[in-house]
């Protein structure tokens, strides 16, 4: 397994680039299921979390061609609309292929994903939205299975809690379902706005992805389509702190400002510079002290869950109190306990942690609990004196394409150990 010998202290200059997001290239690949014609997708990250959903559409029956950063996908056929155990527990977004199973197939069989490190995470909504549609739903033996032989028809579907993944399976669902869908109550990341783009590109017809309420009108089938996914906000975001951890002067390039618009918020109001040089990208400098400010994650265009941990680690360098309440999932903390053995002084309770700073950190051996628990000690670690080590990378490996390389193109003294 791998490790980074991080060794903190240097401050960050210079460009970091972006890749695709993730979470918008895993519903778009899922997408792909909807139709027998090519899809091709650009700019999709090399990361674990697409390899595993690219394997389990080829298991499913896709043909899947990686050429020169673009992903070109062909599902003539779904030979076996099945997701397993295997693929499920090591990526949850395999739940996306639903949606698009169903509807396209008239049955799929998908291992229930269980818990995980940072809460419950139930699919309940997404089967709740499937049966709206008219699809049968049991469930045995840890899996469910869906099955709509004459097709889904479209409802209306009420979210009572927003969810991201949900409100793309439901989407993909209602575009070959017969007649109007409409969700309320949906999602309305940047990922969803994406996903919808790339479906319209393939012939359905969608209005209002963006906001709480999406509606659909069916068709009878989609066609093949060539899109460029959207640049990551997370690890946008991620560079912008290690810009503003480390004192330093970072431009995150290739990326879209609107989307990191509330972390922006909370870097000035903490006292960092924030500018925009050019149309994608965002130029952060902290070169005073850093003050501390709340903050509370919340869905879009709140603050990011997937930042929260981040911010975490910048907290432990302001003056003062920061409570940094966790509202979208339970057990989002782990890396509290962490930074802790660093040095950071940090209390939870519930869904609130108190972070007091600013504290010096000193290097230590840390283990990463999951995707952006691991980026959050990346960042400690940048600051902290001495050398840390981070064991489990193969979490960060997940969602960051090389980011010890974009970290140290910009200063930072960190390095992979196998
Ligand atoms: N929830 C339910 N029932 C459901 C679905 C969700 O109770 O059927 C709950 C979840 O347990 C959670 C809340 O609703 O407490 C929100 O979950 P959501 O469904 O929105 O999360 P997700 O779609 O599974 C996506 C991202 C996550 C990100 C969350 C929140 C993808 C592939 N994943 O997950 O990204 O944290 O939205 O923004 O898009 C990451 O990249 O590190 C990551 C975890």
Redesign the pocket.
């Given at each position: 397994m791998d490790k980074f010998v991080i060794n903190g202290g240097n401050a960050l200059r210079g460009e970091i680039p972006v890749n695709g997001s993730?979470?918008?290239a895993?519903?778009a690949l899922a997408a792909a299921l909807l139709t027998a014609e090519p899809v091709t997708l650009h700019r999709i990250p090399r990361v674990r979390?697409i390899r595993t959903m690219q394997r389990l559409l080829v298991d499913v029956g896709a043909k899947v061609d990686v050429e020169d950063g673009a992903v070109r996908l062909e599902a003539a056929k779904i030979v076996s609309p099945e997701a397993p155990y295997e693929l499920v527990k090591t990526m949850?977004?395999s739940?996306?292929v639903l949606g698009p199973l169903v509807a396209r197939a008239g049955r799929a069989r998908v291992s229930l994903p269980g818990g995980c490190a940072?809460?419950?995470?139930?699919?309940?909504?997404?089967?709740?939205g499937l049966e709206q549609l008219g699809a049968r739903i049991e469930q045995s033996h840890g899996y469910i299975e869906a099955v709509a032989p004459d097709g889904l028809r479209g409802a209306s579907v009420h979210f009572d809690?927003?969810?991201?993944?949900?409100?793309?399976d439901l989407m993909m669902a209602a575009v070959l379902a017969k007649g109007e869908t409409v969700l309320r109550n949906a999602?309305r990341?940047p990922?969803v706005m994406d996903l919808a783009e790339l479906l319209i590109k393939m012939g359905a017809k969608i209005e209002g992805a963006g906001t709480s309420t999406i509606r659909i009108q069916g068709v009878a089938e989609l066609g093949g389509a060539e899109h460029t996914i959207i640049a990551d906000r997370?690890e946008a975001g991620t560079f912008m702190v290690a810009g503003a951890i480390t004192g330093g002067d970072v431009t995150v390039t290739g990326c879209n400002v609107e989307h990191v618009g509330a972390l922006v918020a909370k870097l000035q109001q903490a006292g960092a510079e924030v500018t925009q040089p050019g149309a994608d990208s965002v130029r952060v400098r902290a070169t005073g002290k850093l003050r501390s400010v709340d903050m509370t994650t919340e869905?879009?265009p709140g603050f990011?869950?997937?930042l929260q941990a981040q911010y975490m680690a910048l907290m432990t360098q302001a003056e003062g109190i920061a409570i940094i309440v966790e509202t979208?999932?339970?057990n989002r903390f782990m890396h509290a306990q962490e930074m802790a053995r660093m040095g950071a002084n940090i209390r939870v309770d519930g869904k609130q942690a108190m972070v007091a700073g600013p504290r010096a950190l000193s290097g230590a051996g840390v283990i990463a609990s999951?995707?952006?628990a691991s980026a959050s000690l990346v960042l400690a670690a940048l600051v902290a004196k001495g050398e840390t080590v981070i064991d489990r990378v193969y979490h960060i490996d997940?969602?960051y394409e090389k980011i010890e390389q974009k970290l140290a193109a910009a200063g930072a003294r960190i390095e992979r150990v196998e």
């Open positions: 993730k979470n918008s895993l519903p979390d949850r977004a739940s996306l940072i809460g419950a995470r139930p699919i309940n909504l997404h089967i709740f809690r927003i969810t991201v993944t949900g409100t793309e999602a990341e990922e997370i869905e879009y990011a869950t997937d979208i999932f339970e999951d995707l952006r997940r969602g």
